[in-house]
């Protein structure tokens, strides 16, 4: 079994910055693809980013071009860095990891942007 724990979350004011991490307890080079969801009150969950085993990103278009997903497998760990934030970007945050036969999912982090 393979843990995730997301870190990072907070408040901050539209137009600033937030870097999310997400700490895996193993190696996270065997996953076919990490990345993050998002779940917003009330709102279904919406794929933010993915990046795959051999770097391959992908974003969502109502994140492209402001944020930023990386990846650090000395330090097991994958990050989103979250440019001019917006009061929509609000939501909990999950890291999640896709392996062949098996997926894993973080307890998620709390993002507020204020207007």
């Known amino acids: 079994q393979v843990q995730l724990v997301e870190s990072g979350g907070g408040l901050v004011q539209a137009g600033g910055s937030l870097r999310l991490s997400c700490a895996a307890s193993?190696?996270?080079?065997?996953?076919?693809?990490m990345g993050w969801y998002r779940r917003a009150p009330g709102k279904q969950r919406e794929l933010v980013t993915t990046?795959?085993?051999?770097?391959?990103?992908n974003y969502a278009p109502s994140v492209k071009g402001r944020f930023t997903i990386s990846r650090d497998n000395a330090k097991n760990t994958v990050y989103l860095q979250m440019n001019s934030l917006t009061p929509e970007d609000t939501a909990v945050y999950y890291c999640?990891?896709?392996?062949?036969?098996?997926?894993?999912w973080g307890q998620g982090t709390q993002v507020t942007v204020s207007s």
């Open positions: 999640f990891a896709h392996g062949f036969s098996v997926n894993y």
């Open positions: 193993r190696s996270i080079d065997t996953f076919n693809d």
């Open positions: 990046i795959t085993h051999f770097g391959n990103t």
